[in-house]
């Protein structure tokens, strides 16, 4: 008799047939889990590959609630014998987030999860199999260029005092042959990065890899002592919660955190992209050599992990967005150091040492960027960022509603001579148009993103403001970028091509900086203090050459960093005539699109 049961199994059986069938030479695409918060993703993968992944299912509490890895590795084997009444997860190599279809070849590879395969494949142990301590690190040759990017993870780090940086009880072996032949660093040639960012610098700031015992931070007494008159200064109107948590309950995970700015909006925004995809990369499992389970759950990881900051820069308009996987309040570095108890109390966490911001493939503007046309890297980005505010995707308007031109208004250099007059002007030649002139210096940044959302054309010179193209409806708007005359980049280009945006640029004259309309102007000197006046000359933003310092017993290099070229501090003139053509180019660009239905010569 054909039970229930019976009848369900079948059709499983039926439908994985049907589906193997179906996908042969084709890639498998396989959603991980259904997070807490119900995020959608996706996921791929050679279909040889993919099928022992198919019957490996993790409980839901037993691997989520896992205090370790090894807890998690024991969970997930129960969760194959015991099957009774219980929920269970995919485990798939990819995030959640990602379940969708790439782009073909490998022109877009490295704006896909492919980017995080590769990763992935290259990852390996660098302790000895001796060593109480353990510590993994990823790379990904770029292929273009000859270069490797890298970040790394540490299991058992201890925050000492006397040494002013976190211990890792490790005896560093000697990588193989074979490992060197794949494309895996070695330990003193992993990357640094310009403004004094990536691996070589945090390792050379924050942590100190050596076989043996700590040196001395105090008696159990002192530490008594301390956390008592720690607890006596807290008053009542503190909240009083964060200070216990913080004594009591150390955070599991730290990410080792080295910024290179905090207030230009494309350095910040690409870190913090490059920060999220080290966190995917370590949601994937078998991340450690010999372990199944993955380094990192999101959400459930993300409520025990902590960014400390390494650099002395304030925290900036997006310093929020840095909490997304690390849930608990950011901290500097040296308030960890200033607290004994704090040390005492991170005597077993893991470290994370993310992605630099500059090896993110955004910053890459090769002939391959360009061709690409679609990036699900990006996609997922922009909706995290927009969903962190909560912005809403801006709703569908009707055929009777303007075309909305946003200007990005820049306070110190690169503005456009006679701005105001070029807009009134435009303004009158077209009648299907709503122009907005935004110093988006002076807007909250969630504020930012919205009028991003409900902008149909962008129009800004060369600069950190086209940023905000990356948070534009996707396929629904163009983009001017008014470059100086002689600069050929195409980053923003390759940006707004894989949104599905028009891309129009022209160029401008370079004209020294013109007087403030409410008057004086800025001499260059001040403009500089406030902008920097250095950049690395190397547009991949590597160290390569230069001095050497001393990172955990070994050498990393560095390299020197440029003055800005000369556009970066002047003001910008373009004929009319030129003006005009480029922004009504995508002004009839628009005419057509979404709601609207525009005969060209209107």
């Not at 299907?432 to 935004?438: A, E, G, L, S, W």
């Not at 599905?500 to 004086?520: D, N, W």
């Not at 230069?546 to 990172?551: A, D, L, V």
Request: hydrophobic share 35%; aromatic share 10%; proline share 6%.
């Amino acid at each position: 008799m054909l039970t229930r049961k019976r009848f369900v199994t079948a059709a499983l059986i039926l439908v994985a047939g049907s589906f193997a069938l179906f996908t042969l030479n084709t890639r498998v695409h396989l959603p991980d889990a259904i997070l807490p918060n119900g995020v959608p993703g996706w996921r791929h993968q050679p279909l040889e590959s993919a099928s022992p992944l198919l019957p490996e299912l993790s409980k839901t509490g037993d691997i989520s609630e896992a205090s370790d890895i090894d807890e998690a590795n024991e969970a997930g084997e129960a969760s194959k014998t015991d099957t009774s009444n219980a929920v269970y997860e995919p485990v798939s190599p990819v995030p959640l987030e990602y379940y969708s279809i790439p782009g073909d070849g490998e022109t877009c590879s490295r704006f896909s999860p492919t980017y995080f395969e590769d990763f992935h494949a290259l990852a390996a142990s660098y302790c000895e199999p001796d060593s109480p301590a353990k510590l993994t690190c990823f790379h990904r040759p770029s292929g273009f260029d000859g270069k490797t990017d890298s970040f790394c993870h540490m299991q058992g780090a201890k925050l000492n005092l006397q040494t002013q940086k976190f211990h890792l009880d490790c005896e560093l072996r000697n990588l193989t042959e074979q490992e060197k032949m794949n494309g895996i660093l070695p330990f003193s040639h992993l990357p640094a990065y310009w403004y004094e960012t990536g691996p070589a610098y945090v390792f050379a700031l924050a942590v100190n890899i050596t076989k043996g015992v700590l040196p001395y931070a105090g008696s159990q007494e002192e530490v008594k002592h301390k956390r008592e008159q720690k607890s006596s200064l807290i008053s009542a109107d503190q909240p009083l919660e964060k200070e216990v948590e913080l004594l009591t309950t150390p955070p599991k995970t730290i990410l080792l955190l080295k910024r290179e700015g905090e207030g230009n909006p494309w350095h910040s925004i690409i870190e913090i992209f490059s920060t999220y995809m080290t966190f995917d990369i370590l949601r994937m499992p078998q991340g450690i050599p010999g372990q199944t389970a993955p380094i990192f759950r999101h959400p459930i990881d993300s409520d025990d992990t902590q960014i400390v900051i390494l650099d002395d820069r304030p925290d900036g308009p997006y310093f929020n967005l840095w909490t997304l996987f690390a849930r608990r309040k950011p901290m500097r570095f040296h308030e960890l150091l200033a607290d004994q108890s704090i040390a005492n109390s991170l005597s077993n966490v893991n470290l994370v040492v993310p992605l630099a911001g500059s090896s993110n493939p955004f910053w890459k503007e090769d002939d391959q960027a360009e061709q690409c046309t679609n990036s699900p890297l990006l996609d997922v980005f922009s909706q995290r960022v927009l969903d962190f505010y909560g912005i809403k995707t801006a709703p569908f308007r009707s055929k009777d509603k303007p075309i909305v031109v946003t200007f990005v208004k820049r306070r110190d250099s690169r503005r456009i001579k006679n701005q105001d007059a070029l807009f009134t002007e435009l303004g009158r030649r077209n009648s299907h148009i709503r122009i907005q002139m935004v110093d988006f210096a002076a807007v909250p940044f969630p504020e930012q993103l919205r009028i991003a959302q409900e902008t149909d054309i962008l129009v800004a010179a060369h600069g950190a403001g086209l940023t905000h193209a990356m948070f534009m409806r996707q396929n629904a708007g163009a983009v001017v970028e008014i470059q100086p005359r002689g600069l050929d980049h195409h980053g923003f280009k390759n940006v707004i091509g894989m949104r599905g945006l028009g891309y129009f640029r022209v160029h401008a004259k370079i004209i020294p900086l013109q007087e403030e309309e409410s008057g004086e102007s800025e001499n260059a000197t001040q403009i500089t203090k406030r902008t920097g006046e250095i950049e690395a000359s190397d547009a991949s933003g590597r160290a390569d050459g230069g001095e050497s310092y001393e990172i955990a017993g070994v050498l990393a290099s560095t390299k020197g960093l440029q003055k800005r070229e000369e556009w970066h501090l002047k003001d910008l003139e373009i004929e009319d005539s030129i003006f005009f053509e480029a922004v009504e180019a995508a002004i009839k660009f628009m005419y057509n699109q979404g709601p609207w239905s525009f005969d060209v010569t209107d």
